[in-house]
């Protein structure tokens, strides 16, 4: 074989992404009273790793009792990014200052676009509190790039009848953003990305190929993934290099995750509470503006 043949089949051949840290569980925390969760990785240590990815909560499953009062987080504000809530066990009921809202239970999306500046709550569902029952999901919060933060907030509801569900050996992955072998999951995005959740039930490996130089972070429900002789468990996060474009997979049988994978901003992050800009003056804007009832007050 010659020098250039050598090099194109180099050339062709993808590389793997490497693993770089498995987020072992943080401490449990609450979001108002109803919000018992994780917050697997933040901006302040993975934001360029997992750009366009800001932050991950996971509320583990745990049960309620029936209750007539209202559990959740009253009304807050945020500016710059979306909100993407996954629901596993169920309810969460939302209500925003831009006109969105909505229940969504099991299986459900909600897709919310803060842009420009919203106030919103969250709690649980009405049917769900007055029943009780199990409780289990997931709060992504994703970047909007610059040129998309002062884009008119909006909501998107996404029931998991409107989401596509593939096979993959021994289980299945549902396509909630971006695309798998050419199907197309509902959401609209600002900037390229793949949002899958994927399930087991018997444990057979995948290989799964991605953009080169997307970022890749896989947040574990349940079970046990074995990734190059390491292991990552339940509320816990495997963190891969940007460099690469494949990965190899081996869960146990009943494994549960969340794939989150997206093309980098490469723009500077500036956050605080509830706002993330690219600058600091930007960060006082969003204060001046929320005081100034300038996002919308819920009645």
């Keep these: 074989m010659s020098g250039i043949e050598e090099m194109e089949v180099m050339m062709s051949t993808p590389a793997p992404k490497r693993l770089l840290e498995v987020i072992r569980q943080p401490r449990?925390?609450?979001?108002?009273?109803?919000?018992?969760?994780?917050?697997?990785?933040?901006?302040?240590?993975?934001?360029?790793?997992?750009?366009?990815?800001?932050?991950?909560?996971?509320?583990?499953?745990?049960?309620?009792?029936?209750?007539?009062?209202?559990?959740?987080?009253?009304?807050?504000?945020?500016?710059?990014?979306?909100?993407?809530?996954?629901?596993?066990?169920?309810?969460?009921e939302h209500r925003d200052s831009g006109g969105g809202g909505g229940i969504i239970g099991p299986g459900d999306v909600q897709w919310m676009t803060a842009g420009s500046g919203l106030v919103h709550e969250e709690f649980h569902g009405p049917h769900y509190a007055r029943k009780g029952g199990p409780f289990e999901m997931h709060q992504l919060w994703v970047n909007l790039p610059a040129a998309s933060k002062g884009e008119r907030p909006h909501y998107q509801p996404i029931t998991a009848e409107q989401i596509p569900v593939l096979p993959i050996p021994g289980g299945q992955l549902r396509v909630l953003a971006g695309d798998h072998q050419g199907t197309r999951g509902p959401a609209r995005t600002f900037s390229?990305?793949?949002?899958?959740?994927?399930?087991?039930?018997?444990?057979?490996?995948?290989?799964?190929?991605?953009p080169e130089g997307w970022s890749l972070g896989l947040a574990l429900r349940r079970g046990t993934l074995k990734i190059d002789n390491h292991k990552a468990g339940p509320g816990e996060v495997a963190v891969f290099s940007l460099e690469?474009?494949?990965?190899?997979?081996?869960?146990?049988?009943?494994?549960?995750?969340?794939?989150?994978?997206?093309?980098?901003?490469?723009?500077?992050?500036?956050?605080?509470?509830?706002?993330?800009?690219?600058?600091?003056?930007?960060?006082?804007?969003?204060?001046?503006?929320?005081?100034?009832?300038?996002?919308?007050?819920?009645?």
Aim: charged fraction near 20%.
């Design 28 to 92: 449990r925390h609450w979001v108002g009273d109803g919000f018992p969760v994780r917050t697997l990785f933040t901006y302040s240590r993975h934001g360029e790793l997992l750009s366009p990815f800001l932050l991950l909560d996971y509320a583990e499953p745990s049960e309620f009792p029936p209750t007539t009062e209202r559990k959740g987080v009253g009304e807050h504000p945020h500016r710059g990014f979306e909100t993407v809530t996954v629901v596993y066990a169920g309810e969460v």
């Design 192 to 210: 390229p990305l793949q949002v899958w959740d994927l399930t087991w039930d018997e444990g057979l490996p995948l290989d799964l190929r991605l």
């Design 244 to 299: 690469g474009s494949t990965v190899h997979l081996e869960p146990e049988p009943g494994t549960a995750l969340l794939l989150l994978s997206g093309q980098p901003l490469n723009e500077p992050i500036a956050g605080s509470g509830p706002f993330v800009m690219n600058t600091q003056q930007e960060l006082v804007q969003a204060y001046d503006d929320f005081e100034a009832g300038r996002m919308g007050r819920l009645t």
